[in-house]
């Protein structure tokens, strides 16, 4: 065999590469192979943490914007009305005595309908009795609502009156329809208003068994219902808002119910209280977005849960939610008793009756936050478990997200794969190519792999400088055409997104810009304050009928222009034009605190500038605006030629006050009023006729009393 020092220079070339190829691979690839596993057990780790701290972010926003709203709903003028109504008709009620009839009706469908129920549930008390009303009103009500209204399991009672004629069902038929609407529209379960006095329930969309009961001194004064009733009779504060935690409410034949509740006070008057049941549908949609795991990046076997400080679950778990049968027949293999699961099957929910079975609970009650791997306690399998406490007033609960460990190793295990193939594949290339390699055919194609090299970190300048006219010479020249095509190519693709990004962003707002462009496909969003504005030009139809089209549309034009500056300036949205009429939003998409104040300013601009605009243009031009504050709901119609639309009956009110607003005046609701009364002048209207509403209290804004701290 001939020595090293006497190869050729080619097989020494070939050796040498050969060598440095694999010791290179080695080293980097193992150094690699190591770092990236080590990061992608972390990114694993970080991937779940991040999806318990959005869904922990998610639930408590739901929360909040549920305190919001109900403290936004307790300051209603119609529930104050509401409340002194059903107080008048309930007394009303109360005064008159039972007829035997009715008294017996009642008894017997406790006793012979309800109180079976109770016991086949196996929650029954000792006697039926023990459920009964005791109020004349309490008898009078559920007779007429509950004993002659029966409906089918599962389904809301969906009555105006009961047609007797009392003052009761009046009062009834005026409120029942929008307070339904309320639950509907916001997706609550049931409304409850209670006598501040006697605790006792004058009003409740669902008619459930405690109906017309006293929360005070009744059959269910120990409910969670109850309890918030309660602490909202306690208080001082118009301003609180509480929130029961779940309990099996035996007025819903034992199903879990939770409850938020607030004070009504009519400035120092109180009234009563406002109790919203909140619905576990809502709650799981939150949790499992919308049943969307795998999108959230949870796979095939993570889920997101609340517990209690009961190590009670407070939603439904994930394989409930896609089988319950095969769910319950998992967890009775598990060693789950027969009476739990039995409980679950009849309230077709885990919640309250299924034990926590993450091993952070305690830590997550203890306000501590983590993530670890867990043992087989829910699905026999190792999993990797992710806790914190969640941070919702008057409720100790935590979240804890969790994934099976086997699935969420999965890349791991993946690129351990890859890795051993790389590996391989990347040795067997190595000494193909250095058997085929010399020192010509090197150097054009390290000139080559520099350039590709260089494009693809986005450098499209760059070029082979190889100027024979061999083969590599041609692929030379065909990869500098390339790179040029492609730089003319990108050039034109930039300009073309710059302008669809412009266009778009004059059809709708910035953010529901970004989310359609980010594939959401239905945007419909709740608001629960904004101030709506509509502006109409007064006598636009006589005067286009005499000015030729190209000068109206043109006068259109030029005044809507200036809108436009003034809401761009102000940070208020328009939403669109129809004809004459120009319609603005204020507190949407992104929420803004003093929107009522801007919103005002942007009318009193408008009546100036449509004014001085008028007299440069040599027409009389007037604006009829009408403002209104309050709760909407914000969503993309349509999939060709899509607008950015409001609707609700803050919208419908502020239209109404518009077109029964004084040309050259600005029209508003008490509900700008009230917001508005200590920055601005105001001239009281009266009552006037509004369309649907009946008389409604309106002012005219006249300006400013003093600096408010908006620029306008």
Known sequence: MKKFADWSIRYKLLSLLLLLGITTFLLTGGIAYIKYLGSLKQGVFNQLTGIRRSKAFQIE????????????????????????????????????????????????DYRDRFY????????????????????????????????????????????????????????HAKYHRPFRGIIENFGYYDLDLIDYETGSIVYEVNKDRDFASSLTNGPYRDSNLAKVVKLCLATNNPND????????????????????????????ERLGVFALQL???????VMTGRRGWERDGLGQTGQSVIVGDDYLLRTNVRGYLEDPEKFLARQKANGISDAILNMIRTYKSTILEFPAMLEGVKAGLEGKEGTMVEGPLITGKRALESF??????????????????????????????????????????????????TREILRPVNALVDAAQRVSAGDLNATVKWKRK??????????????????????????????????????????????????????????????????DLVGFTVLSSKAPAAEIVDLLNGLFSL???????????????????????????????????????????????????????????????GLNSGPVVAGVIGVTKFIYDLW????????????????????????????LKDKFEFESRGRIQVKGKGEIEAWLLRGQLRASGVSG
């Open 61 to 108: 926003s739901y929360y909040r914007t549920i305190h919001s709203h109900v403290l936004t709903l307790s300051e209603d003028r119609m529930f104050f009305d509401a409340m002194r109504e059903f107080k008048k008709a309930y007394a009303s009620l109360n005064a008159q005595p039972v007829p035997p009839e009715v008294r017996e009706a009642v008894i017997h």
């Open 279 to 285: 619905s576990t549908a809502a709650i799981d949609d």
């Open 563 to 625: 809108f436009d500056q003034a809401a761009e300036e102000l940070g208020i949205e328009k939403i669109k034009t129809i004809g004459d009429c120009y319609m603005a939003v204020c507190g949407l998409p992104r929420p803004c605190p003093s929107h009522a104040e801007k919103m005002a300013l942007m009318a009193l601009r408008m009546t100036d500038a449509t004014r001085r605009y008028g007299e440069e243009k040599g027409f009389n031009l007037q604006l009829r605006i």
């Open 648 to 675: 609700g009956d803050t919208v419908n009110l502020a239209s109404r006050m518009e077109s029964t607003g004084i040309p050259g005046e600005i029209q508003v609701t008490r509900s700008v009023y009230e917001r």
């Open 241 to 268: 808002v509480f929130f029961s935690d779940f309990e099996h409410d035996e007025a819903a034949k034992g199903e879990p119910t939770q409850y938020v509740a607030s004070p009504i006070f009519d400035g120092n």
């Open 388 to 437: 914190m406490p969640l941070k919702i007033e008057g409720l100790h609960w935590m979240l804890g997200s969790r994934m099976d460990l086997d699935e969420a190793q999965k890349p791991v295990r993946e690129v351990q794969r890859l890795f051993s193939w790389l590996g391989a594949g990347l040795l067997l290339l190595t000494v193909t190519a250095a058997l085929l390699m």
């Open 470 to 535: 061999d083969e590599l010479g041609v692929l030379s020249n065909t990869f500098n055409a390339m790179t040029k095509s492609i730089r003319e190519k990108t050039a034109v693709i930039e300009q073309k997104n710059r302008e669809n990004e412009a266009l778009l962003l004059n059809i709708l707002p910035g953010e529901i810009a970004a989310r359609l462009k980010a594939g959401e496909n239905e945007i419909a969003d709740s608001f629960a304050d904004v101030t709506v504005l509509f502006a």
């Open 116 to 171: 079976p129920q109770m016991q086949q549930l196996g929650i029954a008390r000792p006697r039926p009795e023990d459920y009964l009303v005791v109020t004349p009103a309490a008898f009078h009500l559920q007779y007429a609502y509950i004993v002659k209204n029966p409906y089918p399991e599962g389904q809301r009672r969906d009555m105006a009156d009961t047609g007797d004629g009392s003052e009761y069902s009046r009062v």
